[in-house]
T-cell receptor, first 113, second 116 residues
Framework: KQEVTQIPAALSVPEGENLVLNCSFT??????LQWFRQDPGKGLTSLLLIQSSQREQTSGRLNASLDKSSGRSTLYIAASQPGDSATYLCAVRQETSGSRLTFGEGTQLTVNP | GAVVSQHPSWVICKSGTSVKIECRSLDFQATTMFWYRQFPKQSLMLMATSNEGSKATYEQGVEKDKFLINHASLTLSTLTVTSAHPEDSSFYIC????????????FGPGTRLTVL
């Protein structure tokens, strides 16, 4: 059974810092990995999706990497802003699970002005 | 704009009552929709897969008689929490697989259920 772990559970940084969020998964037979953002009491917004054959994806100040063999992904946020404050979730889709996703418990990020 | 909507956004009910939550795909038809549950400070847990024209597929440990799912049309799935109890209080989120990019999912804004 796939298990997804995110470290740290919470992170508080001053504005402008570069930061890294970590995600690990136990079963490397994934189809893709996705990073989401969730604001309090809201649904999920997809940030980046990395296919299993890819090593990284970039969107603006966000960069996500994937090391499938070691079961790890990182989300790098450059020059953090208070508006980045949210919970960040990573989720993996197995090769054999159709569209079903397995989520980590998230990293709650606070960027202080 | 929103691709997936949910209604209501929040609901408070008494223990023992039933609550229906709607999930609508606004931009395209969806033969499959997913229902997740999220407890405070926890991750999303898949409850069931809603299939248009056939029975829903429930995850292990999810009571199908308690959480009734009806995929009424290609744009609407409903989740009914029957005989709700305080432990059913949670955030319920639905998602729809992408039409063009089936490897991504679009999530609804969620429904906060509080059972007194």
């Amino acid at each position: 059974k796939q298990e997804v772990t995110q470290i740290p559970a919470a992170l508080s940084v001053p504005e402008g810092e570069n930061l890294v969020l970590n995600c690990s998964f136990t079963d490397s037979a994934i189809y893709n990995l996705q990073w989401f953002r969730q604001d309090p009491g809201k649904g999920l917004t997809s940030l980046l999706l990395i296919q299993s054959s890819q090593r990284e994806q970039t969107s603006g100040r966000l960069n996500a990497s994937l090391d499938k063999s070691s079961g790890r992904s990182t989300l790098y946020i450059a020059a953090s802003q208070p508006g980045d404050s949210a919970t960040y979730l990573c989720a993996v889709r197995q090769e054999t699970s159709g569209s079903r996703l397995t989520f980590g418990e998230g990293t709650q990020l606070t960027v202080n002005p | 704009g929103a691709v997936v909507s949910q209604h209501p956004s929040w609901v408070i009910c008494k223990s023992g009552t039933s609550v229906k939550i709607e999930c609508r795909s606004l931009d395209f038809q969806a033969t499959t929709m997913f229902w997740y549950r999220q407890f405070p400070k926890q991750s999303l847990m898949l409850m069931a897969t809603s299939n248009e024209g056939s029975k829903a597929t429930y995850e292990q440990g999810v009571e199908k008689d308690k959480f009734l799912i009806n995929h009424a049309s290609l744009t609407l799935s409903t989740l009914t929490v029957t005989s709700a109890h305080p432990e059913d209080s949670s955030f319920y989120i639905c998602s729809v697989p992408g039409l063009v990019r089936a490897d991504t999912q679009y999530f609804g804004p969620g429904t906060r259920l509080t059972v007194l």
